[in-house]
């Protein structure tokens, strides 16, 4: 029903920035709610960012406040996460994911999370 493809991770310094980008197709998100996790080697998978798709209200992990922005383009079906200032601590795989409508506190469980991205490769050097 939904299908997501992720794109825009590589390999950067510490201090560099990256845009992720997700698009999603298959299904309109303007009752939906769209969001980026990410997974470093051995630990549980984290929140990262979230929006709701129709009001554009966010959410951030208190880890990336004030360095990373999440948006998305309405017309393209698109979610992006801009991420500056980049820190070894960010290298993670990061996956997009959706889940429907909003949520009763801040969306940061990826068990609400029906639809996921193949993930991508977020490396940070010192």
């Known amino acids: 029903q939904v299908q997501l493809v992720q794109s825009g991770g590589g390999l950067v310094q510490a201090g560099g920035s990256l845009r992720l980008s997700c698009a999603a197709s298959g299904r309109t998100f303007s009752l939906y709610t769209m969001a980026w996790f990410r997974q470093a080697p051995g630990k549980e998978r984290e929140f990262v960012a979230a929006i709701y798709w129709s009001a554009g209200t966010t959410f951030y992990a208190d880890s990336v406040k004030g360095r990373f922005t999440i948006s998305r383009d309405n017309a393209k079906n698109t979610m992006y996460l801009q991420m500056n200032s980049l820190k070894p601590e960010d290298t993670a795989v990061y996956y997009c994911?959706?889940?429907?409508?909003?949520?009763?506190?801040?969306?940061?469980?990826?068990?609400?999370?029906?639809?996921w991205g193949q993930g991508t490769q977020v490396t940070v050097s010192s």
């Open positions: 994911g959706v889940k429907p409508g909003g949520s009763t506190t801040v969306p940061s469980r990826p068990v609400e999370y029906g639809y």
